[in-house]
């Protein structure tokens, strides 16, 4: 049980477009999602947190307008990079948390990469 | 906000040998994550703990709440075991359990044949 699947897990956009990055909750409900990247030979950093129904809440330094969360549903969080950049370029993987304290199931993660 | 530190960065060993993987934290935490994460970028959570030890197959993790300090051991080390190990810890302590993670930079394992 607990699986979380990102889609796509690879995609190559142009410099100035959008990218939708889909986070799906398997086999449980998440109130709760958690968006990270990781930039090469960098840690992971929470990116934002992103609550079924309500706006999510974005860590100092994430731009809101560029990194729109939706989390719609108790199974779905989406995080769209607008008018992507080159240094927008990582891997950004989804974690969700069920009804268990403190767990949290990670996504298989997706790589972008901004051309 | 916490912040993580782990030892060592690198660490090459031997078939067989017996793995010890530190992580220290600042802040009082709920739990403590250890992840794997293989050169594909997949995370694949370990173990979570907030007290005493867990043992999952050679993988045993403990953790000292007192001291802020966890430790992951892998028995028996073999090359498959190769992989970035990675301990993560909630970046703002709450106490309600919806906490983002804030992460180690990882400890890159190589087990040579």
């Known amino acids: 049980g607990a699986v979380v699947s990102q889609h796509p897990s690879r995609v190559i956009c142009k410099s100035g477009t959008s990218v939708k990055i889909e986070c799906r909750s398997l086999d449980f409900q998440a109130t709760t999602m958690f968006w990270y990247r990781q930039f090469p030979k960098q840690s992971l950093m929470l990116m934002a947190t992103?609550?079924?129904?309500?706006?999510?809440?974005?860590e100092q330094g994430v731009e809101k307008d560029k990194f729109l969360i939706n989390h719609a549903s108790l199974t779905l969080s989406t995080l769209t990079v607008t008018s992507a950049h080159p240094e927008d370029s990582s891997f950004y993987i989804c974690?969700?948390?069920?009804?268990?304290?403190?767990?949290?199931?990670f996504g298989p993660g997706t790589r972008l990469t901004v051309t | 906000k916490n912040e993580v530190e782990q030892s060592p960065q690198n660490l090459t060993a031997q078939e067989g040998e017996f793995i010890t993987i530190n992580c220290s934290y600042s802040v009082g935490i709920s739990a403590l994550h250890w992840l794997q994460q293989h050169p594909g970028g997949g995370i694949v959570s370990l173990f979570m703990?907030?007290?005493g030890k867990k043992k999952h197959g050679r993988l045993i993790a403990t953790i000292n709440i007192q001291e802020k300090h966890s430790s992951l051991h892998i028995t028996a080390s073999h090359p498959r075991d190769s992989a970035v190990y990675i301990c993560?810890?909630?970046?703002?302590?709450?106490?309600?359990?919806?906490?983002?993670?804030?992460f180690g930079k990882g400890t890159h394992l190589i087990i040579q044949p």
């Open positions: 993560a810890v909630p970046l703002k302590y709450s106490g309600g359990g919806a906490d983002g993670l804030t």
């Open positions: 703990l907030s007290s």
């Open positions: 974690s969700a948390r069920g009804d268990i304290p403190y767990e949290q199931y």
């Open positions: 992103s609550n079924e129904g309500s706006k999510a809440t974005y």
